[in-house]
């Protein structure tokens, strides 16, 4: 039997399992600005950084080498394959796309067990929070 990570959906407080928590926990590592949790003063990275500015080659080379340091860091149960900034909508919203490998009992040291993930996750607060 596969032991699935659970937690609490952050903004409706109703159970996540599985690749729902998979997905919470990433967006919260991208969103998240280092010294920003008491208890955990490096989790996360910056992506105020990148956001708002003229994408280039080099910045985008940046962005995702700051995303996979910092996923891989901080989530034991996936890896990632390849990143792809995509366009979320006509205004020119960016966002995320991540193919990877989940491992459902990586945080027990158990990779035999794969599944694949991809998400396409929203770079906005807003669009995170529902607002948008």
């Known amino acids: 039997m596969v032991r699935y ?5 952050a903004r409706t407080g109703r159970p996540l399992s599985g690749r729902a928590h998979l997905e919470q926990s990433i967006i919260k ?3 998240t ?12 990275m910056n992506p105020t950084r990148h956001i708002g500015r003229n994408i280039s080659a080099a910045l985008a ?9 910092a996923v891989h860091a901080y989530e034991p149960e996936y890896r990632i394959r390849r990143l792809q900034l995509v366009v979320l909508d006509r205004v020119g919203a960016l966002g995320v796309l991540f193919e990877g490998s989940y491992y459902p009992e990586g945080r027990f040291g158990n990779y035999a067990i794969v599944e694949g993930v991809d998400l396409n ?8 929070r529902g607002v948008a």
């Open 5 to 9: 990570r659970n937690g609490i959906d």
């Open 29 to 31: 590592i991208v969103m």
């Open 33 to 44: 600005i280092p010294t920003e949790r008491v208890m955990l003063l490096d989790f996360g």
């Open 61 to 69: 080379a940046r962005f995702y080498r700051d995303v996979i340091v």
């Open 121 to 128: 996750l929203p770079l906005s607060v807003a669009e995170l």
